[in-house]
């Protein structure tokens, strides 16, 4: 139980263009979902966090209007990288949790998402 | 503010020896305490977890200890495995916040 798929699992886009990533947990409902962006070698770095329904809360440095993100149902949230360019290249990872369930401190991450930006 | 300090960042030990990472938090609302394991290319894995009202914790080779007047908790594996190499991360649940904050990462190879 608690799988998190996440796809596309690699993209390649060119500068200027957007990229969605799509992220859903396959057999619990998601009450809360996380993005978080990896640099090689580095740790993972919080970027939003998005409830049901409700607007995505970002964290201090992430442009809400580059990562758009949108949590519509409680399986599925999408990031999408509007206007691309290299320095956004990185590893995306979704995770997500079930705050009504007896696990609810428990984040479930998906498989993540390399982006190269050329 | 929010922070997690991980140590040591990178730690080599020998097959069957044991090995042992440190992380301190900052946040003392902080209660709940996961450590994730990730290999390359792929998504972290949760191995232990230790909530606030516990001490230790121990699953087989794994063992978590929390000191929370400290703020304080570390991982401990033994009779380290090749298939234990990879990069370890610690996190804190911040209760304000209602996020995780991960600690820095640390790589452990374990030597054949």
């Known amino acids: 139980g608690a799988v998190v798929s996440q796809h596309p699992s690699w993209v390649i886009c060119k500068s200027g263009t957007s990229v969605k990533i799509e992220c859903r947990s396959l057999?619990?409902?998601?009450?809360?979902m996380f993005w978080y962006r990896q640099f090689p070698k580095q740790s993972l770095m919080l970027m939003a966090t998005?409830?049901?329904?409700?607007?995505?809360?970002?964290e201090q440095g992430v442009e809400k209007d580059k990562f758009l993100i949108n949590h519509a149902s409680l399986t599925l949230s999408t990031l999408t990288v509007t206007s691309a360019h290299p320095e956004d290249s990185s590893f995306y990872i979704c995770?997500?949790?079930?705050?009504?369930?007896?696990?609810?401190?428990?984040?479930?991450f998906g498989p993540g998402t390399r982006l190269t930006v050329t | 503010g929010e922070n997690v300090e991980q140590h040591p960042s990178t730690l080599s030990v020998q097959e069957g020896d044991s090995a042992v990472i440190k992380c301190t938090y900052s946040?003392?609302?902080?209660?709940?305490f996961p450590w994730y394991k990730q290999e390359l290319g792929k998504r972290p894995q949760l191995i232990i977890d230790?909530?606030?009202?516990?001490g230790e914790k121990k699953d087989q080779r794994i063992a978590v200890t929390l000191n929370k007047t400290a703020k304080h908790f570390s991982l401990h594996i033994t009779e380290t495995q090749p298939e234990d190499s990879a990069v370890y991360f610690c996190?804190?649940?911040?209760?304000?916040?209602?996020?995780?904050?991960f600690g820095q990462g640390t790589r452990l190879t374990i030597n054949p």
């Open positions: 996190a804190a649940f911040i209760q304000g916040a209602q996020k995780l904050v």
């Open positions: 946040d003392s609302a902080s209660n709940y």
């Open positions: 995770s997500a949790r079930d705050w009504t369930s007896g696990r609810r401190y428990e984040q479930y």
């Open positions: 998005s409830n049901e329904g409700s607007k995505a809360t970002y």
């Open positions: 230790i909530r606030s009202n516990v």
């Open positions: 057999d619990f409902q998601a009450t809360t």
